[in-house]
Structure formats: structure tokens, C-alpha cells
């Protein structure tokens, strides 16, 4: 570390000096001195000097300056983590993306746990993304702004907007405020015209302007009050810190909207001399009060923290926590509702200085930028908006502006294409899968379709739909589908990435109700590997409303399928995976219920003409039937045939029942007891609809008759 050499007393003077500006906020006034320090070549490397300009010059917006003497500290080998976060800022408020990257690879190296570092190290390409939905958003430099600063505004009463602004009207508020070398902040409402405009500002009259700084607020419309940020002073009482600071407090007055008064102002219960509390925002409820403080334990400079309310009063503070509190600044919370807040922040992803984000406060859900030109490389903040939240009002320190800060009107426009991207992977060794037909659905049912590429990528345009499922199949692999739900701000949609599962061979079917056909849906089916006397349940599901199940299967396995239900028996299959020209197994459920008298309709049991042989295809039928009467080894049953109407009647009877008999005798020669079952044969006694003798009717109708049945007798 270099020594610095001794101060002559005319150099001592000039450091308390400037040190007295500096310390006041007139960044102009101790820039001139530390200058004047630095000029020389004895104290050209003084480290206090050089750091105290380059924040200087920093928080005036001289940002090439700023850089110069920020980058002559760190070439003295003696900066700080928050001399890089500085240079990074100044970086990124120039449009020098990939050089504050490289700053902040520099942070991380001194301090791995920067969380600021951290996030733009994972998102390199952070600002192309803010940047690319700029269409979608109109911008108008509002009317009512002065060449001062005009910000912070909020809704009030009959289509009026409250504003700050330090354009000093008035000759009791021409006090200048050193800082910014304006007059203190004071109230303002201006009108908002029929295009959700603002004109015709005026300040405000009554309780609410003081000598101090006012700024920050919200209107509670019904309960007509209004929670507003001030200087520490009320009553014409000024409670200034230990140190003579004086810091921001929340004030609380109503408005009589007959008498056009304000009532008596009360202060918010958790202001503090020692810390500032300000920024107030109320959700649509009320039940919580956000604001912003700097209060000891946050995770940051600023944290923006609630309060539940409790009787008449706030409950103790809470912060946020790190998804949206960062080592960086959080400040001007609005709830839209109770679920959506914006907030300004440059310990997010930002373009510079202070960006524009939005989150739900209350849930996992992400902090998204709000995007450019809302955001950018400029300080932008305090936005406010109607609840459909396409209309609304923020503040920007950008070029092009009337004064310091002006308020700016904003319209965002509807959102009518995505470009959805992503990647497919093997579930089991995540590796990207080349050839996936990935498909997304539009409006009209139809697909958009395309191809995975080499890396497993693909991207696809498609007609913006709010929330849709992406479908991915390749021959060899389960399909596999991601959720999409678009955000309504971006063209955009990434990393709906899709997991596809391989398989040597399928398991598959339905699980339905066996009284009407219906799927069971909740119930349990399981697929269960048999090894020697030891079983493994390898995959289970729930049917849902589809009534579909499908498992992958591996070679030279023995499998079993279990299905359970409350209130209805359970169900078995078995098979295996040894011959590899078998890929499909396919086996269906009915489920129906254990108790005496359940009629249960067995499918697909089909004979030749005039014949009661059992054919192949309905031994497979039987068979299922056959692990019924295993899996439920207390059940007895009676199974019957029926025929339909055409035909003679005796001749039906007698070919129902030796099919009948057929059936029991193949069942019995599976290993079932005889006495668990007896056959017989109903003929066309029990049609089951209008297709009786002589009545016209269509196959279908006939072939509703012909069936297979059986029926529970004890269980």
C-alpha cells in the first residue's frame, strides 16, 4: 500500500473543507477542491481524494470523469469490493456491458458471495435480453414536468395525480437544497386527462408542504388519507439523528374532500430517527404497507420491508428477503394488487443505475425487468400504473428530459407473437437430445412444429397464447411436456426445456370405471419389477381425467402392474420384457366395485359364427378376468353371455349358454376353483336397450347387446 505523504496545514484545510462539502451532498463544491488536492504531484495518489471524486462525479452524472478517477484508485492497487461495484455502475450507465462483466468477474474474485456480481456473471448477455421488447412500449415526456425535478408520482382523487417537485412556487419555498442545488421538494396534483394524461400541475395546499423535503406517497382512496414521505419534522419539531443527521420519515394525514383540508398529520409508528423510512406503498386490500428503509439488518444500502396490519396500527417490520433485496438499493415500491408490486433497483439486473422490476412479493415467482425503454442506462424508477397495468407513470433521470427527474407517461401494447426456445434432454444422463419434434399448440388447435438441432435447441414463432403446454416426442422415448406460461410483457419465452424419458419398450393402457366407462380418476397405478422373490416399486402414477397410463420399460425385466382405489378392488397384471421384438405392452383396467350384485361388462370377447370355441383373442380377455379371481381370491362370480335380438329366441338362449359354459371351463383350466364360478347363458332375455324383436336398428345398437358379463356373488 502506498504511504501518503504528510499534509502541510494549508492541505489540511483544504481536506476539512472539502470533507464539509462532501459530507453535506455538494458534490460540485468539494469536486472543486479535491481537484485542486489531486492537481499536484505530491498528492495526485491520495486515495481519499480520488475515491470521493469518482463518487462525486458519479452522483452527478459526469460518468467519463467518474470512470477516470474511479480507474486511477484501482491502478493503486488499494480499492475496495465497493470501488469495483462503482466502476461496474458507471460502466453499465455508458452502455460498457462487457467491460462491467469483467469488473464484476473481478468482485467475485474478492468476494465470492456478492450477490450483485454473481447475478450479472450468470446473465452476460443481461442487456441485449432487457432491450429486445423496446416495441412494445409508448413514451411521452410529460407536460406537467419543470426544469426541476418533478417524481414520485401517485394517485389521487378524481382522476388527479400527486407528485414531488422542487420547482419552488412560492416565496416561502425558495430555500435551496444543497445536493441537488434545487429547492426542497413539495407536493404537487395535476389532472389526468381523458388519454391518461397529465396537465395543469398545482401544488398542493394546506399541512402536507413543510420547509423540508416532501416526496414519496399513496392515496387511500374511501379511507381518503394519505401516506406520504417527509424530513423527520413535524409539529415544527426537527428529530435529527445522534450524529445531526436528518432522515426520512412516513406521515399519515386525511383529506376532507368537501373543505379541500388536511387533517392533523400522525407519523407512521416505525419511523426512526437513526434510520430513514419512506417509499409507502398499501396493497388493494390494506391489510399491508410496503416501504423502504435503511434500517440496521437489511440485506442492502435500501430494503423494501411490510407491515401487516393489526387493529388501528402496523405490526413490526419485515423484510422482503434476497429475492428481491439485494447488497445493492431497493426503493419506490407500488402494489398494483394484492399480488403485483413494482420496484426500482441497481442490485438487480440492471442497465444502469436504478431499473424498473416487478414480482409478486408473496410468492417464488421471478423478479423481471421491466424492460427497455422503461429501463435504462439511466436512473428509472417510481412507477405507478391503472390495475390492468398497460397504463401508468414512472420517473427517468435519462437525456432528453426537462429537468433532473422528470415523470414520464407510459402505454404498453398487447403482445401478439412468442418466440419460444428451449432445450430437450435425457431424463436419465441430461444430455441434449438432437431430432425431438417439438410441438406447440395455437388458438385454433392447430401446431407450430419444428425440430430439435444438434445441441438439443430449438426455437419456434408461434401466435401468443397466455398459457399452453410444449410437446416433445422422438421414437425411442416417452414424450415429455414442459408448461408455458408467457409473460405478457416479452415476445420472449425461454428455457422451456423438455426431460425425455428412454425406453426399451412401452407399458401403457387406460384405467376406467367399469360402470361407465368413465376414467377413474385417483387412482393409483403402480409398476412394480419382480426379481426372484423381491419387488420394487420403479414408477407409479395417478390417473388423471384422460384416464391414461404409460411406463418405459427396460429389456430382460419382469414387470407387474398394481392398480389400487378406495372402494374398489385392486387390479394386477404381469408380464415381461425378455423377447426384444416385443415393444408394446399393452394391458386395460375396469375397475369396479367388491360388493355382491356388481355387474362388471368384459370387453372384446368375441366368438365365430354359430360357435361357442373360445378364440385367442378372447382367451386374452379371459385371462384379465382370470387375475381378477387371483388378485381377489375370496370373490365368487357368475358369468353370463348375452346375445342381441336377431335371431330365434330359443337358438340365442342355447348358443349364450354353452358360450357361457365355454368361458368357465377356460377360466377353470387356469388354475380357478370351480366352485368360485358358474356360467350361463341369458340369450336376448336382458337387452339393455329398445333393440328388440322386430325393432330396426343399426349394428351398433345390435353389437350394445352382445356381451360378456360377470357378476359379483360373494366376496
Known amino acids: 500500500m502506498l504511504a501518503m505523504p504528510e499534509l502541510s496545514m494549508a492541505q489540511n484545510a483544504k481536506f476539512?473543507?472539502?470533507?464539509?462539502?462532501?459530507?453535506?451532498?455538494?458534490?460540485?463544491?468539494?469536486?472543486?477542491?479535491?481537484?485542486?488536492?489531486?492537481?499536484?504531484?505530491?498528492?495526485?495518489?491520495?486515495?481519499?481524494?480520488?475515491?470521493?471524486?469518482?463518487?462525486g462525479e458519479f452522483r452527478l452524472g459526469k460518468l467519463i470523469d467518474a470512470e477516470g478517477y474511479i480507474k486511477s484508485l484501482i491502478k493503486l492497487n488499494v480499492a475496495k469490493e465497493s470501488d469495483f461495484l462503482l466502476l461496474a455502475d458507471v460502466l453499465k450507465m455508458q452502455g460498457k456491458y462487457p467491460e462491467a462483466i469483467t469488473v464484476y468477474e473481478k468482485i467475485a474474485a474478492l468476494n465470492p458471495n456478492n450477490d450483485i456480481a454473481k447475478r450479472h456473471i450468470e446473465n452476460p448477455d443481461f442487456a441485449a435480453m432487457v432491450m429486445r421488447d423496446s416495441a412494445i412500449y409508448t413514451l411521452k415526456n410529460s407536460v406537467v414536468n419543470s426544469e426541476a425535478s418533478d417524481f414520485a408520482p401517485g394517485f389521487f382523487i378524481d382522476r388527479k395525480m400527486i407528485f414531488s417537485s422542487a420547482r419552488g412556487d412560492g416565496a416561502s419555498d425558495q430555500r435551496m437544497y444543497q445536493r441537488t442545488e434545487q429547492p426542497y421538494l413539495n407536493i404537487y396534483y395535476a389532472d389526468i386527462a381523458s388519454d391518461s394524461s397529465l396537465k395543469d400541475p398545482k401544488m398542493i395546499e394546506g399541512k402536507l408542504n413543510s420547509r423540508y423535503h416532501e416526496g414519496t406517497m399513496t392515496f387511500i382512496p374511501g379511507d381518503n388519507s394519505v401516506y406520504f414521505t417527509r424530513n423527520n419534522y413535524l409539529n415544527g419539531t426537527v428529530n435529527k439523528s445522534k450524529k445531526e443527521k436528518l432522515k426520512l420519515g412516513i406521515f399519515v394525514s386525511k383529506y376532507d374532500i368537501a373543505a379541500n383540508t388536511w387533517g392533523e398529520l400522525t407519523a407512521?409508528?416505525?419511523?426512526?430517527?437513526?434510520?430513514?423510512?419512506?417509499?409507502?406503498?398499501?396493497?388493494?386490500?390494506?391489510?399491508?404497507?410496503?416501504?423502504?428503509?435503511?434500517?440496521?439488518?437489511?440485506?442492502?444500502g435500501t430494503d423494501i420491508y411490510y407491515c401487516e396490519k393489526q387493529g388501528e396500527t402496523w405490526g413490526t417490520p419485515i423484510n422482503l428477503g434476497n429475492k428481491i433485496n439485494t447488497s445493492g438499493d431497493e426503493m419506490f415500491p407500488f402494489m398494483v394488487s394484492d399480488s403485483v408490486m413494482y420496484f426500482s433497483s441497481n442490485g438487480q439486473l440492471s442497465l444502469g443505475g436504478?431499473?424498473?422490476?416487478?414480482?409478486?412479493?408473496?410468492?417464488?415467482s421471478p423478479v423481471l425487468n421491466a424492460g427497455y425503454p422503461a429501463s435504462t442506462r439511466a436512473d428509472d424508477f417510481a412507477l405507478v400504473c391503472y390495475p390492468d397495468e398497460t397504463i401508468g407513470f414512472f420517473c427517468s433521470t435519462r437525456k432528453g428530459g426537462k429537468g433532473g427527474d422528470d415523470i414520464y407517461e407510459f402505454r404498453i401494447e398487447?403482445?401478439?407473437?412468442?418466440?419460444?426456445?428451449?432445450?430437450?434432454?435425457d431424463m436419465e444422463t441430461m444430455q441434449p437430445i438432437a431430432g425431438?419434434?417439438?410441438?406447440?399448440?395455437?388458438?385454433?388447435?392447430?401446431?407450430?412444429?419444428?425440430?430439435t438441432d444438434a445441441n438439443g435447441a430449438y426455437t419456434v414463432r408461434a401466435p401468443y397464447k397466455s398459457d399452453f403446454t410444449v410437446e416433445g416426442t422422438k421414437q425411442g422415448y416417452l414424450p415429455a411436456t414442459g408448461k408455458a406460461k408467457p409473460n405478457p410483457r416479452s415476445s420472449y419465452l425461454e428455457h422451456v426445456d423438455l426431460k425425455l424419458q428412454k425406453y426399451?419398450?412401452?407399458?401403457?393402457?387406460?384405467?376406467?370405471?367399469?360402470?361407465?366407462?368413465?376414467a377413474a380418476v385417483g387412482a393409483l397405478i403402480q409398476l412394480i419389477e419382480i426379481n426372484g422373490n423381491d419387488s420394487t416399486v420403479v414408477d407409479s402414477l395417478l390417473i388423471d381425467k384422460k384416464g391414461a397410463y404409460q411406463f418405459p420399460l427396460y429389456k430382460k425385466k419382469n414387470y407387474s402392474l398394481l392398480v389400487t382405489q378406495e372402494g374398489y378392488a385392486r387390479q394386477?397384471?404381469?408380464?415381461n420384457t425378455n423377447n426384444p421384438s416385443e415393444k408394446t405392452f399393452t394391458r386395460d383396467f375396469k375397475l369396479f366395485k367388491p360388493k355382491v350384485g356388481e355387474v362388471v361388462r368384459l370387453d372384446?370377447?368375441?366368438?365365430?359364427?354359430?360357435?361357442?370355441?373360445?378364440?385367442?383373442?378372447?382367451?386374452?380377455?379371459?385371462?384379465?378376468?382370470?387375475?381378477?379371481?387371483?388378485?381377489?381370491?375370496?370373490?365368487?362370480?357368475?358369468?353370463?353371455?348375452?346375445?342381441?335380438?336377431?335371431?330365434?329366441?330359443?337358438?340365442?338362449?342355447?348358443?349364450s349358454d354353452k358360450r357361457a359354459k365355454a368361458a368357465v371351463a377356460y377360466i377353470i383350466s387356469q388354475g380357478i376353483s370351480a366352485d368360485r364360478l358358474y356360467g350361463k347363458g341369458y340369450g336376448e332375455l336382458k337387452i339393455l336397450n329398445h333393440c328388440k324383436n322386430d325393432v330396426k336398428c343399426t349394428d351398433e345398437e345390435h353389437q350394445f347387446n352382445r356381451r360378456t358379463e360377470f357378476t359379483i356373488t360373494a366376496f
Open 354 to 364: 436504478l431499473d424498473l422490476y416487478y414480482t409478486n412479493p408473496s410468492s417464488d
Open 268 to 300: 407512521f409508528p416505525h419511523n426512526n430517527p437513526e434510520y430513514s423510512v419512506g417509499h409507502p406503498t398499501i396493497n388493494a386490500s390494506r391489510t399491508k404497507i410496503y416501504f423502504v428503509s435503511d434500517m440496521p439488518g437489511g440485506q442492502g
Open 16 to 55: 476539512k473543507m472539502a470533507d464539509k462539502y462532501y459530507q453535506s451532498f455538494d458534490y460540485t463544491m468539494s469536486g472543486n477542491i479535491y481537484r485542486d488536492i489531486v492537481s499536484g504531484a505530491k498528492y495526485a495518489n491520495d486515495t481519499t481524494a480520488l475515491r470521493r471524486l469518482a463518487i
Open 572 to 575: 394386477t397384471a404381469s408380464f
Open 436 to 451: 425431438v419434434l417439438i410441438k406447440v399448440p395455437t388458438e385454433d388447435g392447430s401446431t407450430v412444429e419444428v425440430l
Open 414 to 425: 398487447p403482445v401478439d407473437t412468442l418466440i419460444v426456445s428451449g432445450t430437450a434432454f
Open 604 to 655: 372384446n370377447i368375441y366368438y365365430d359364427y354359430n360357435s361357442a370355441v373360445i378364440r385367442p383373442d378372447a382367451a386374452l380377455e379371459l385371462n384379465k378376468l382370470v387375475q381378477i379371481l387371483k388378485d381377489n381370491p375370496t370373490m365368487k362370480i357368475e358369468l353370463s353371455s348375452h346375445s342381441d335380438s336377431r335371431g330365434g329366441d330359443k337358438y340365442n338362449l342355447d348358443l
Open 504 to 518: 426399451d419398450a412401452i407399458s401403457s393402457g387406460r384405467v376406467l370405471y367399469a360402470e361407465n366407462n368413465a
